[in-house]
């Protein structure tokens, strides 16, 4: 079996509605006056040119800009006609106005799973318009319920493809979605036009609303976010303490200050850690005697 080809947009160009107006008020005008003779010859002329008046002033048809108009005749597609004013076309021929302005879809706050698997509520704004008018009008059943529901659809997938944040288990460098909005919001973009595509309708952008973990992993995830922020800061005192402790040793040496054993320079060591390394304030202790004594 082959599939059914596509309908695609076909343009329609319409008739100058002003021109069309002036000559049907015109001919309207002409065939009151030829009914008021009231001679036969004269009667059946009247009715042919408001015949043709009829036909002038009802065809005519109104278009705002960046709105377009369908036409069709008894169910057979005609074109589309994308003037701008007053327009005028055959008048038993259907006209659909079809706005072309961009629209926004606030998608609902979803909860999904992202690659871990933690549940996560995530939320998108997407901005789109009318592309092709044939096709959204024709190949699906109604463009806007299908829009929102390809824009749900993609965005569950989305979730699925990225964990929430870095991590042990996550290969270095590779994009997540609280820390690559920007690349999600392009992979999000792209995977919306490729969904759109079958309805006509065009993405002109896309970007995360709403990012959380869902209530119940919230405070689990919080803690321990916490405990690995506490985890770097412990690891980048330690290491400044190092550094300090170093220096001051070396320092100590190369002046000839005073000379210290091994055993001397461990106590120093020590007392000068916990000094740089402790989150409370420390209290110092005289000591009188000798550190063998």
């Known amino acids: 079996m082959h599939a059914a080809p596509t309908r695609h947009e076909k343009a329609f160009s ?6 069309a107006a002036a000559a049907g008020v015109v001919l309207l005008l002409a065939a009151v006056f030829l009914f008021g003779t009231g001679e036969f010859p004269s009667i059946l002329l009247s009715f042919v040119i408001g015949l043709v008046s009829a036909v002038c002033l009802g065809g005519l048809f109104m278009l705002q800009p960046n709105e377009s108009a369908i036409l069709t005749l008894f169910g057979k597609y005609i074109g589309t006609d994308r003037s701008e004013g007053l327009r005028w076309a055959f008048p038993l021929y259907k006209k659909r106005r079809l706005s072309l302005r961009a629209r926004n879809f606030n998608a609902p706050t979803l909860k999904v799973n992202d690659k871990r698997g933690n549940p996560v509520e995530i939320s998108a704004a997407v901005v789109w318009r009318v592309r092709d008018t044939a096709q959204a009008v024709f190949e699906v059943d109604d463009f806007e319920r299908y829009v929102s529901i390809q824009a749900e659809a993609a965005l569950r997938h989305l979730a699925s493809q990225y964990a929430y944040d870095e991590g042990e288990d996550l290969p270095e460098g590779e994009t997540t979605l609280r820390a690559g909005m920007d690349v999600v919001a392009d992979t999000l973009k792209h995977e919306l036009q490729a969904r759109f595509e079958a309805a006509g309708v065009e993405v002109l952008d896309a970007k995360l609303t709403h990012l959380a973990y869902a209530a119940e992993i919230a405070q689990v995830m919080l803690r ?43 106590a120093m060591v020590s007392n000068l850690l916990v000094v740089l390394c402790s989150d409370k304030e420390t209290q110092p202790i005289v000591n009188t005697g000798t550190l063998y004594n």
Not at 241 to 265: Q, T
Request: charged share 30%; proline share 0%.
């Open 14 to 19: 319409s008739v100058n509605g002003y021109l």
């Open 224 to 266: 321990r976010q916490q405990a690995e922020a506490i985890i770097s800061a412990r690891a980048k005192i330690v290491h400044g303490a190092v550094s300090m402790v170093e220096a001051a040793l070396r320092g100590l040496s190369e002046r000839g200050i005073v000379e210290l054993d091994d055993e001397r320079k461990a």
